[in-house]
């Protein structure tokens, strides 16, 4: 049985537990803005679906290139957004390819994967995968 195969955005918080320490119940206004903004752009770019888990964003794409062009819209956005109190989050981002269940978009291992490409990512970043790179060139090139 062939699994079908999506593109994923996965997003981290850098710093999110010092930022929370320092910001107490402010850090979830500036949680909250952060899933506006990405859900937003993610909606632009033809997201299937979408799951967080803590502060971290999980988005599933029909392609790479989908998923490339998200993941630089909703860079913008957050670098563009006039956030509360003056201060951001700062948000690495990884983008990778794989198989999911046939029934959900954002179970399988290819989500399990991609949760491993954002971990080397600083805040601002978008670390894309071999796997996706190989599959997303059209969105580099733009």
């Known amino acids: 049985m062939t699994r079908p195969v999506r593109a994923f955005v996965v997003t981290d918080v850098e710093g999110s537990t010092r930022t929370l320490r320092e910001l107490g119940a402010g850090y979830q206004v500036l949680l909250q803005q952060h899933r506006d ?20 964003i999980i988005a599933a794409f029909p392609t790479v290139d989908d998923a490339i062009t998200a993941a630089v819209a909703a860079q913008r956005a ?16 990884g983008v990778h390819t794989g198989e999911v269940d046939e ?11 991609a949760n491993a490409v954002c971990t080397p990512a600083h805040g ?13 060139r059209s969105a580099l090139r733009d």
Do not use: F, N
Request: proline share 2%.
């Open 37 to 56: 903004l990405l859900t937003s752009a993610y909606r632009d770019c033809g997201m299937l679906g979408l799951r967080t888990e803590g502060d971290a």
């Open 103 to 113: 029934s959900d978009d954002l179970m399988g291992p290819g989500v399990t994967e």
């Open 124 to 136: 601002g970043q978008i670390v894309i995968s071999d796997e996706a790179l190989k599959s997303g």
């Open 78 to 93: 957050l670098a563009a957004h006039a956030w509360e109190g003056g201060r951001g989050l700062s948000i690495r981002m």
